[in-house]
């Protein structure tokens, strides 16, 4: 049986790198104004925090394993995960594809950011 072929339910036993346990994300809402491109701009400026955006929306997106991910990549507190995880549904996960393939914008620091926000907003530094 191919990668590609597994099994939804069989997923999370025979992925080796637990990526949907290594980040967090949340959304931020539609990204309109000047103002609201800053405060993302502060965001981004921290520590593994970068931003997204998909068909669903934006995202904030934070890097950071879960401190319960085993070293063989399996829940500490699988019978009291967070009811977070108990919904997250795997049909489709990072396992099938890079979550990546699907942002229509991916800015990975404060530069990034900045540089679309000047195209986007022509008097941006005005």
């Not at 049986?1 to 990526?19: D, F, Q, V, Y």
């Not at 290594?22 to 309109?32: D, F, I, K, S, V």
């Not at 009811?83 to 795997?90: F, H, I, L, S």
């Not at 679309?116 to 530094?125: E, G, I």
Request: proline share 4%; aromatic share 12%; net charge neutral.
């Amino acid at each position: 049986m191919s990668e590609t072929s597994i099994p939804a339910a069989n997923k999370c036993s025979r992925c080796l790198g637990s990526t949907c346990c290594t980040y967090t994300t949340e959304a931020l809402g539609p990204l309109r104004s000047k103002a609201d491109f800053d405060h993302v701009l502060w965001q981004i400026s921290h520590e593994d925090v970068e931003v997204y955006r998909d068909s669903s929306g934006w995202y904030l997106l934070v890097r950071g394993r879960c401190e319960h991910l085993q070293p063989g990549g399996a829940c500490g507190i699988y019978e009291q995960r967070p009811q977070v995880c108990r919904d997250y549904k795997n049909d489709w996960c990072e396992f099938d594809e890079p979550a990546e393939k699907h942002f229509s914008h991916h800015f990975r620091n404060y530069a990034e950011l900045l540089a679309y926000c000047r195209k986007r907003f022509k008097r941006w530094d005005g």
